[in-house]
């Protein structure tokens, strides 16, 4: 199991080009397998890891995740694309629906057909990515090209898939999903089983399995875990995060989070890897000391 760490969702240096250039140059030199860079409401994370690529040589750069709908497949291609060429292939796109008050309420667009919306738009996309000729005619949206950027002729997709109908599409179109808000038991029990069976019908390799995890070495658990709870809150409100805590039987996002001394994050990453994650995508909370635990998990590599 690779780990990586996420990036670019919480405040301070990283949240400008420089600062987040610093820290994925610093993530590579401890040896860090992969650098995901959330994009939210700052930094547009293509562009971002575009620059990010130029300024490291190893580590795999992913986004986690952009929302599909503010950008046509091809356009999303396109970007990507130059991306994986500016980082000389070690690129990802990883994308998602993102969630109905988002898309509705800050893009004002219509979230009315998300599965329908997703199976289109990767029918587009990930033909797209392998610099294939596009034909496509579907009810919500159409694309005659084939792009050819010569540096980046293939490029990796993951996509956010939580529910039944996304985890089909993507072990059919991408090549693994990206969680968050997700414990291991329901990885376990409900994600990984079902991509893996989709992608196996559309005979695909194995996908990947890409685990965003809350993560800190912490002294106070029980205040951690406050803090983590009403630092989150917003991600037990959100319909497709609050399924997946549910299934999970976990009240709040610090029922998920990979939390407590090193005995215990050993632990919890030992029980990642033995369900089959193939990689762990850590975000670290800033609820312990920060440095601790990226020296902590930057032992762990190995």
């Keep these: 199991m690779r780990i990586g760490i996420n990036s670019g969702a919480a405040s301070g240096p990283e949240t400008t080009i420089p600062g987040l250039i610093a820290r994925a140059q610093k993530m590579e030199q401890l040896g860090f397998a992969s650098f995901w860079m ?9 562009t971002a890891l575009a620059l990010v690529g130029q300024a490291t040589s190893r580590i795999e750069l992913g986004t986690a995740v952009v929302p599909t709908y503010p950008r046509h497949p091809l356009a999303m291609a396109q ?11 070690r690129f990802t796109l990883g994308i998602g629906l993102s969630h109905k008050p988002i898309i509705e309420g800050m893009f004002g667009m219509s979230y009315a057909h998300p599965a329908r919306h997703m199976k289109e738009y990767l029918e587009i996309l990930a033909p797209a990515l392998r610099s294939e000729k596009i034909d496509y005619r579907g009810e919500l949206y159409g694309a005659h090209a084939q792009l050819q950027v010569s540096e980046a002729p293939t490029t ?11 985890l089909e599409l993507a072990g059919t179109h991408a090549d693994g999903t990206i969680t968050w808000m997700t414990g291991p038991r329901t990885l376990e029990q409900h994600v990984i089983p079902r991509i893996r069976a989709a992608a196996e019908r559309a005979g695909r390799p194995a996908p990947r399995i890409v685990a965003g995890v809350p993560t800190a070495i912490v002294t106070d658990l029980d205040a951690a875990r406050a803090r983590i709870d009403k630092g989150m809150a917003m991600y037990g409100k959100l319909e497709s995060y609050r399924g997946m805590l549910d299934r999970e039987g976990a009240a709040g996002p610090a029922d998920i989070a990979m939390i407590g001394d090193e005995a215990a994050l050993r632990k919890q990453i030992q029980r990642f890897r033995d369900i089959g994650v193939t990689d762990l995508n850590c975000a670290i909370l800033g609820v312990g000391d920060h440095d601790t635990t990226v020296d902590f998990l930057a032992g762990e590599l190995s």
């Design 79 to 89: 970007q990507a694309a130059t991306t994986n060429a500016a980082a000389g292939g």
């Design 156 to 166: 990796g997709l993951v996509v956010a898939a939580l529910g039944e109908r996304m």
């Design 38 to 46: 959330a994009h939210m409401f700052g930094l547009d994370a293509l």
